[in-house]
C-alpha cells in the first residue's frame, strides 16, 4: 500500500510503502462500530447513583387516614408517585458498562480504519514533527502550514515541548501510537502520522 507522504508545507513529496496488512484492508463497519461503542463503554465510570423511596429523607409519618378523606389513599411521601419520591428503578453507583473485546478484533478493527483513512485520502505521513519551544502558536502555525483545521497528529514520541504546545489546541491532538484510539480516529478530519510512528504502527497492529 502506498501512503501520500507530505513536507511540512503541506505539499505531496512522493509516496510511502507501507504494509499491506495494516492499510489495505477492507473497511468493516460493523467491527468498527463495535470496538468504537466498546471503547467509548469501557470509558465510562459508572457512578451515578439515584434514591429509592427507603433512601429518601422525608417523614414516614402516613400523610392522611386511610378512610374518609375521599383522596386517594397514600402511605409515605417518599412515594414514587409524589413529587421529590424516590425512584421505582434506580440507577446504582457500581454499575458496570464495560464490554469485552477481543485482542484479535481490536487490532482488525484499528486495521480496517485506518486502510478506510488512507483511501479516503485523510492519513498523510511527514518525516517528523517538532516544535522548538513550548509555544501553542509554533504548533498552530506549523498545523495550518500543512493545510490541516482538525487533525490528529501520531508520533513515535511526544516530547514536552510538544505536549505543552498541543494541549490548548481545541482542533488537534498529538498522541502515541500506543493511544492512537478509533474514537480519535474518527473525530478528526485528518491523521498525519510520522515515519517512526508508522513503523511502530505496523509492529503493535499488522
Same mark, same amino acid.
Given at each position: 500500500?502506498?501512503?501520500?507522504?507530505?513536507?511540512?508545507?503541506?505539499?505531496?513529496?512522493?509516496?510511502?510503502?507501507?504494509?499491506?496488512? *495494516?492499510?489495505?484492508?477492507?473497511?468493516?463497519?460493523?467491527?468498527? &462500530?463495535?470496538?468504537?461503542?466498546?471503547?467509548?463503554?469501557?470509558?465510562?465510570? $459508572?457512578?451515578?447513583?439515584?434514591?429509592?423511596?427507603?433512601?429518601?429523607?422525608?417523614?414516614?409519618?402516613?400523610?392522611?387516614?386511610?378512610?374518609?378523606?375521599?383522596?386517594?389513599?397514600?402511605?409515605?411521601?417518599?412515594? !414514587?408517585?409524589?413529587?421529590?419520591?424516590?425512584?421505582?428503578?434506580?440507577?446504582? !453507583?457500581?454499575?458496570?458498562?464495560?464490554?469485552?473485546?477481543?485482542?484479535?478484533?481490536?487490532?482488525? $478493527?484499528?486495521?480496517?480504519?485506518?486502510?478506510?483513512?488512507?483511501?479516503?485520502?485523510? *492519513?498523510?505521513?511527514?518525516?517528523?514533527?517538532?516544535? +522548538?519551544?513550548?509555544?501553542?502558536?509554533?504548533?498552530?502555525?506549523?498545523?495550518?502550514?500543512?493545510?490541516?483545521?482538525?487533525?490528529?497528529?501520531?508520533?513515535?514520541?511526544?516530547?514536552?515541548? *510538544?505536549?505543552?504546545?498541543?494541549?490548548?489546541?481545541?482542533?488537534?491532538?498529538?498522541?502515541? !501510537?500506543? &493511544?492512537?484510539? !478509533?474514537?480519535?480516529?474518527?473525530?478528526?478530519? &485528518?491523521?498525519?502520522?510520522?515515519?517512526?510512528?508508522?513503523?511502530? *504502527? +505496523?509492529?503493535?497492529?499488522?
Amino acid at each position: 500500500m502506498e501512503l501520500k507522504l507530505i513536507d511540512a508545507k503541506g505539499q505531496s513529496a512522493g509516496s510511502l510503502s507501507a504494509s499491506d496488512e *495494516l492499510f489495505g484492508r477492507d473497511y468493516n463497519e460493523a467491527l468498527v &462500530h463495535q470496538i468504537v461503542t466498546g471503547y467509548l463503554a469501557n470509558g465510562r465510570q $459508572g457512578t451515578r447513583a439515584q434514591k429509592g423511596r427507603s433512601e429518601i429523607n422525608k417523614s414516614t409519618k402516613k400523610p392522611w387516614k386511610q378512610k374518609g378523606t375521599g383522596r386517594a389513599r397514600a402511605g409515605r411521601a417518599s412515594s !414514587p408517585l409524589w413529587r421529590g419520591g424516590g425512584k421505582i428503578f434506580p440507577n446504582l !453507583p457500581d454499575e458496570n458498562f464495560s464490554q469485552k473485546i477481543n485482542r484479535k478484533m481490536y487490532r482488525a $478493527g484499528m486495521c480496517a480504519l485506518l486502510s478506510q483513512l488512507a483511501r479516503e485520502g485523510r *492519513l498523510s505521513v511527514v518525516d517528523g514533527l517538532t516544535v +522548538e519551544a513550548p509555544k501553542t502558536k509554533l504548533l498552530a502555525d506549523k498545523v495550518k502550514g500543512l493545510g490541516f483545521d482538525r487533525v490528529l497528529i501520531i508520533t513515535d514520541e511526544i516530547d514536552d515541548n *510538544l505536549y505543552l504546545s498541543a494541549r490548548n489546541l481545541q482542533n488537534v491532538l498529538v498522541l502515541e !501510537p500506543r &493511544h492512537a484510539d !478509533p474514537v480519535s480516529l474518527m473525530r478528526f478530519d &485528518h491523521t498525519v502520522v510520522t515515519k517512526a510512528a508508522l513503523a511502530k *504502527l +505496523e509492529e503493535m497492529l499488522a
